[in-house]
């Protein structure tokens, strides 16, 4: 598990920060049975493996697409919810490697990318790799805090960070 450094550098602490919680959203997912995984714990239908699929879309999406580099295809409706939900043939492998496949991209970008640098994001807005990071890192914190109530609720297991 990664920790931010106590003196390190601004891209350093971002992704450092970043990593440890993408982390933490993996580890959500360690022992569960693939019905666990997949179980919507709220009204709105939210899962586990959902929230995983989602992250691993908006890390595409954020670190590639806004700053015209490669991603593999993928499509989901987020007006629809499609981003958000397992789909019946999306396993637990399947959608952990798939947001292993987006950090690895997004962690290039980061690397490659100076902090000043400006893309275009999915809404036309202009944004830098900097408020980038910086959105992801609120993004996955705050999903990462819905998993760790949705792992409570089904067995009980707390904590957001492996360490903890």
Sequence with gaps: MRHVPYEGGERESLFAALDRHRDGVVWKLEGLTEEQARRPMTPSGTSLLGLVKHL????????????????????????????????????????????ARARAAADRAIAEIPLETTGTAWDGRTVSMRWVLVHMLEETTRHLGHMDILREQLDGATGYLPEQ
């Design 56 to 99: 691993a879309s908006v890390e595409y999406g954020w670190f590639c697409t806004t700053f015209g580099r490669e991603s593999e295809p993928f499509w989901f409706d987020p007006f629809k919810g499609e981003d958000i939900v397992a789909a019946d043939d999306e396993t637990v492998e399947d959608l952990l490697a798939f947001y």
